[in-house]
């Protein structure tokens, strides 16, 4: 499997890095987006931890793949960027907490009106 990174894009704003990427995997199955991250991370020089692969379209045939992935400088700016779905797809969901719900407040105190007599 030989992975080719066709744009390479900085966003400093976001502190990350936007790779395009082509993989080659003759006559091999359609590589995991772990086994992506873990690629994009040594040839990046960066930690896996801070690689999210959004999207990984395989060519029926060719034994080729390209796909999307964002290299974040710091886990802080990946959990506070990424949403919760990507970071599930990719195995980070620790990093970004789930919102908790609301207790619904009880019916009387909803603006009820006081009854006149």
């Known amino acids: 499997m030989d992975i080719e ?3 390479k ?11 395009r990427f082509v993989v080659h995997h003759p006559n091999e ?18 930690k896996k931890g801070n ?4 999207s990984m379209n395989s060519v029926f ?3 080729t793949t390209k796909g999307y992935a964002r290299v974040y ?6 959990a506070k960027n ?3 779905y990507l970071l599930k797809r990719n195995k980070l969901e620790e990093l970004k907490p789930k919102k908790e ?5 009880p019916a009387a105190a909803k603006g009820a009106a006081p009854k006149k007599k």
């Open 5 to 7: 990174i066709s744009e």
């Open 9 to 19: 894009k900085q966003n400093p704003l976001l502190g990350r890095w936007e790779v």
């Open 29 to 46: 199955k359609t590589p995991s987006r772990d086994a992506m991250r873990e690629k994009l991370a040594a040839q990046l020089n960066a």
């Open 51 to 54: 690689v999210v692969v959004d």
């Open 61 to 63: 045939g060719k034994g």
């Open 73 to 78: 400088d710091a886990p802080e700016q990946l």
């Open 82 to 84: 990424e949403p919760h």
């Open 101 to 105: 719900k609301k207790e619904a407040a």
